[in-house]
């Protein structure tokens, strides 16, 4: 995008109290490592705008005197209007229309397993992945055992396994959990392309088939339906990305290289959806972390970080995963906005056999707290008062801005 002021988010002043705001930010960062004005800066900073520069030409003497000033005006005037972007012109939505973004769903077994589903299948939809009904019970209790092991514990043929199923009921997870909506609201169902089971062979049709055409299906969803809330409990991550390059037999420099590709695409299409629909409010998951199981740092533009969750917008709420303490789980990644329930939780399968079993993740918990909004939505709550009643637990204070559902 051209213009700075055109980008998503809550936060858009002129040029030179960017300038003026980053240079003391980066000051900040530089002399006490503070995590919410690093967020602040990667969240203001311009292309070909570098504030490390400057610091580097004061004199050090005036470092310290800096600092102070940085905290002081950060505090008072910027980090009250950072946490606050969210709720900038919250308005109720009484009988809201949710639209549920994820993996493609037979609609059939849907009602078959789950009966009192109210729900729309979204004309843009993808064609579904049939599921094995005869092997998706042992596959489900395999997924869940993989929780408590470590990826180098399992066989390739148990990770094809896992991977495979984990595609397949990853839709009716979200779906299960959403579908608790006040009796007036309506969901919708748009089921787009899941992760290639074989990996990503070639760059140039997988972004075009899987990122280009797929937004564009979510763009013509948006405009029939103009939910109020959009569900996105998948996201997308470099790590991720190379991985599957690799096993699509890419070699590992071409890997990273294309990696950044598929990353770059990703970024710019979410940019537009979540410019092009501010009344929209994109309740997204934070993601699990990497391949090593532990949750890493959402930091705003940064291209390691997983999308759309590291875009800054103001229609979007990031959610991480809580455990039972009400402490953050140790696979969610931080730097998000709210918390809740990821751990453990009784989830849809779609298998006839097997029609629950427990499942933990980021996705899990922004399915609960989608339905959590809309729930307060229908009731006639704003979205500030909604956000106004989370509760910080002291060990989530410096880990999401708002804080976790009351329990």
Not at 200 to 206: A, K, L, N, T
Not at 285 to 305: C, V, Y
């Amino acid at each position: 995008m051209d213009d700075f002021n055109s980008l998503p988010g809550g936060f858009a002043p002129g040029l030179d109290q960017i300038k003026r705001t980053a240079t003391l930010a980066a000051i900040g960062v530089v002399i006490n490592g503070n995590q919410e004005t690093a967020l602040l800066l990667q969240t203001i900073s311009l292309p070909g705008l570098d504030p490390f520069i400057i610091i580097f030409r004061m004199k050090k003497r005036y470092w310290i005197p800096a600092a102070i000033l940085s905290a002081i005006l950060l505090k008072v005037f910027f980090m009250d209007r950072l946490h606050s972007v969210h709720l900038a012109d919250s308005k109720p939505s009484p009988h809201p229309t949710v639209l549920v973004v994820d993996m493609p769903v037979d609609h059939l077994i849907l009602r078959e397993t789950l009966p009192d589903l109210q729900i729309e299948i979204a004309p843009q939809s993808r064609a579904v992945l049939p599921m094995d009904q005869k092997t998706c019970a042992s596959d489900l209790e395999l997924l869940e055992k993989s929780d408590q092991r470590t990826a180098t514990s399992l066989s390739p043929s148990d990770i094809t396994r896992i991977k495979k199923i984990a595609i397949q009921t990853h839709g009716y997870h979200i779906l299960g959990l959403v579908s608790r909506l006040p009796q007036s609201g309506k969901l919708i169902h748009l089921g787009l392309s899941p992760a290639p089971e074989n990996g990503i062979r070639d760059v140039e049709s997988y972004i075009q088939s899987a990122i280009t055409e797929d937004m564009t299906r979510l763009r013509e969803a948006l405009k029939q339906y103009q939910p109020a809330l959009v569900q996105l409990a998948s996201s997308d991550t470099f790590e991720e990305n190379e991985q599957d390059l690799i096993l699509g037999g890419h070699a590992s420099p071409d890997a990273r290289r294309d990696a950044r590709r598929i990353m770059a695409a990703w970024k710019q299409e979410w940019e537009r959806i979540l410019h092009d629909f501010p009344d929209t409010i994109f309740v997204v998951a934070a993601g699990n972390g990497g391949i090593d199981g532990i949750g890493d740092q959402i930091i705003p533009g940064n291209p390691d970080s997983p999308l759309p969750a590291s875009i800054p917008a103001k229609n979007m709420i990031r959610v991480s995963a809580s455990s039972k303490d009400g402490c953050l789980a140790g696979f969610s990644n931080t730097g998000s906005d709210v918390a809740t329930d990821g751990v453990e939780i009784l989830s849809a399968t779609g298998c006839k056999d097997k029609s629950t079993a427990h499942f933990s993740g980021t996705s899990q918990a922004s399915a609960l707290f989608t339905r959590y909004l809309a729930t307060g939505f229908d009731a006639g709550a704003s979205l500030q008062e909604l956000v106004s009643k989370l509760k910080k637990t002291p060990c989530i204070r410096d880990k999401v801005r708002f804080g976790g559902i009351p329990r």
